[in-house]
């Protein structure tokens, strides 16, 4: 493979923070030296120029994003400072709730859509001084590892669009691997943040359940859902983190503890660590030889840089799968009862009032969806229960004890965060199975609701990205970052993507096989 | 653990689900979602004889707040959304019959 810089590389040789980077690019804005809205146009106009062949937006939002870098850039004018994230472009997971701005969640059951609110992360955002350029395609509803299952259609990998980007926060992944924005917001119920970035050769953070509002996320299951960054540095998705944490009275499930900043232990190391390699997450399951080989030299990293490594088998982790695909389908049925056709979206008209909403959900949920929902509700239904939910439900504590017993002895755990690399377009789509495996990795983290974070760690032998994963305990975010930014800085370099905007090929990377 | 889900079974779950499904979605659903319950079942493996359920990955507490009001959405704006409306109210079709 051709070779490239990873960002902090970028970062040594220019002497300063990556100059795509949503830190350096706030601070030139913060200090007057770049316009936001020079910063906003560059980015719109690469969306212009390779979104059409990607598919990352469902909605650009131009006069938006050119109104509000204005306004920055008066409030710079004006010596005021618009915060911590002025000017930055980030792009939003259509399925999070934009005032005015159609939030589809990639279904034609809410196509058109306007919400009367903004979600917390949103609003957050805003104050932070960042500049929304767009939403960003998923799989309906977040359900999928593909972004194949949009009804608007899907979305394909920067590194190869012949290849899935993965998901269901897909867009979002592509749309930062392909410099479209320097950072966007994902939501990850069973990996939904972590498995697309590892594909797209991205950072991708599932925070801690509770650290950061679900208010206006639009719900899938609920005590597994979780906002989170995706960026192309650790220090990216810590300084977005930082931005979106903390509590929320809107949010009952909202922890009132804040966790840490993030931004501070960047630089902190890993002296001392003590860092678990997760046998049944690396070497089990169906793990490709190259991702375990890419996993095998992350710990090298972190032992070489002064962590402790030692594997640790945990094999509760093998009942995660099943367990997450009772308990999020259960979830699922209950949460999208509300898609009555009543209140909001699409109506069939039918005899009754029944009768309409049967019709309504079938004309405006897709087959996974709809699979999800008959999932839920059998597993849920008379004579099922216990022996499906509740037994799951018993599961799911008998991982949360696991992995506090794997904690006793280690700070933080190390694996893989995709058994394999970018799949082609149609290649599971009829084989939910085949396809639901793609999140093995990911999903016993949702199930504890602690945080982790996918880190790109060099390709596999046909030049695609390979992500490595590092999980902590509940509010563990700092020593997690950390560990993470060490094994960026140890990274073998991640190519410049196929299909991307030109500003991110003379950033110091050059590009891969000149396609273009 | 209990027997395979049939057509049958998945087109009942469809109706409880509101879901109205076409032949051709019941053929193709049934075995799918028993493939996908049969590696689910796997939850069976596990003792969880002395184990409670957890529903929430931490512990719930009742939130409560000063009973102040605060604005609530715009009604307009809210109505503006939706199918349809009537004497600014959501109009649905008939729920019951009519009286004979």
Redesign the interface.
């Known amino acids: 493979m051709t070779v490239g810089l990873t960002p902090d590389r970028a970062e040594a040789s220019a002497g300063g923070a990556e100059p795509l980077s949503a830190r350096a690019l706030a601070d030139a804005v913060r200090r007057g030296e770049r316009r936001a809205s020079e910063v906003v146009e560059e980015h719109l106009a690469a969306i212009e120029a390779v979104d059409g062949e990607l598919g990352c937006f469902l909605t650009v939002t131009a006069d938006g994003a050119r109104r509000r870098a204005a306004e920055i850039d008066a409030e710079v004018a004006a010596g005021r400072d618009p915060g911590p994230l002025a000017g930055v472009p980030v792009a939003v997971k259509d399925n999070l709730c934009t005032t005015g701005v159609a939030t589809t969640c990639a279904s034609r059951i809410l196509e058109g ?2 919400p ?2 903004d979600a917390t992360v949103v609003a957050r955002l805003a104050e932070a001084g960042a500049v929304m350029v767009g939403k960003t395609n998923l799989d309906e509803f977040a359900m999928g590892s593909s972004t194949e299952n949009s009804a608007f259609g899907p979305t394909r990998n920067p590194h190869d669009p012949s290849r899935v980007p993965g998901g269901s926060s897909g867009g979002s992944a592509a749309a930062v691997a392909a410099g479209l924005a320097p950072l966007a917001l994902g939501s990850d119920t069973g990996g939904s943040i972590r498995q697309p970035a590892a594909l797209c050769g991205v950072v991708g953070m599932k925070p801690t ?2 650290t950061v509002s679900r208010y206006g996320l639009i719900a899938f299951a609920s ?1 597994l859902d979780q906002v989170g960054p995706v960026a192309r540095s650790v220090a990216d998705a810590a300084a977005l983190f930082d931005v979106i944490a903390g509590h929320d ?1 809107r949010d ?2 909202s ?1 009132v503890d804040v966790p840490p900043a993030c931004g501070p232990a960047v630089g902190a190391g890993v002296q001392g660590l003590r860092v678990g390699l997760v046998t049944e997450l690396t070497d089990a399951q169906g793990v490709d030889a190259d991702v375990r080989s890419r996993v095998a030299e992350a710990a090298d990293a972190l032992a070489v840089a002064g962590a402790t490594v030692d594997s640790v088998s945990i094999p ?1 982790l ?2 995660a ?3 997450y ?2 308990l999020a389908p259960a979830e699922a ?1 209950s949460n999208l ?1 509300r898609y ?8 069939v ?11 309504t ?2 004309a405006g ?1 897709g ?1 996974e969806v ?2 999800r ?3 839920g ?3 849920l ?1 008379a ?2 229960y216990d ?2 939910y ?9 991982i ?2 696991a992995f506090a017993r794997a904690y006793e002895r280690f700070d933080v755990l190390l694996a893989a965060t995709t058994p394999g690399t970018a799949f082609r377009l149609g290649e599971k789509i009829d084989d ?2 085949a396809m ?1 495996l793609s999140d093995v990795c990911t999903i016993p983290t949702n ?3 602690h945080p982790a974070i996918s880190v790109p760690f060099g390709t596999d032998s046909a030049g695609l990205p390979v992500g490595v994963q590092i999980l902590a305990p ?1 509010l563990g975010e700092p020593v997690m970052v950390a560990a993470a930014a060490v094994l960026e800085r140890a990274a073998p370099s991640t190519p410049v993507p196929r299909v991307a905007a030109p500003t991110l090929a003379t950033a110091g990377m050059p590009a891969v096989g000149g396609a273009r | ?2 027997a395979r ?1 049939t057509r049958e ?2 087109a009942h ?10 032949d051709d ?1 019941l053929d ?2 049934a075995p ?2 028993a ?3 049969d ?8 003792d ?1 004889a002395a ?8 512990p ?1 507490r009742n ?1 409560l ?1 000063a009973d102040v009001p605060v604005p609530s ?2 009604r307009q ?2 109505l503006a ?4 409306v009537e004497d600014g109210r ?1 109009r ?5 019959g009519e009286a004979p």
């Open positions: 859509w306007r009367p609110y359940y509770g005590s009275p009952s499930t922890l509760e093998r009942f799968l099943p367990a695909y009772l049925s009862s009555d056709g009543v209140r909001y979206g699409l109506r008209d039918g005899d009754d009032v029944a009768d309409m909403n049967a019709r959900r079938a949920f087959p709809k699979r929902i008959l999932l509700t059998y597993a239904s004579g099922y022996a499906y509740a037994q799951a439900q018993r599961v799911r504590t008998v949360i004890q939910p199975l639901y199930l504890a609701g509940a | 653990m209990p889900i079974e998945t779950v469809a109706r409880l689900a509101r879901l109205d499904l076409t979605e193709r659903y799918q979602l493939g996908v319950l590696h689910a079942a796997q939850v069976a493996a596990v969880t184990t409670p359920p957890t529903a929430h990955p931490f719930l939130v707040r959405l715009d704006v809210v959304e939706a199918p349809a959501f649905v079709p008939r729920i019951i």
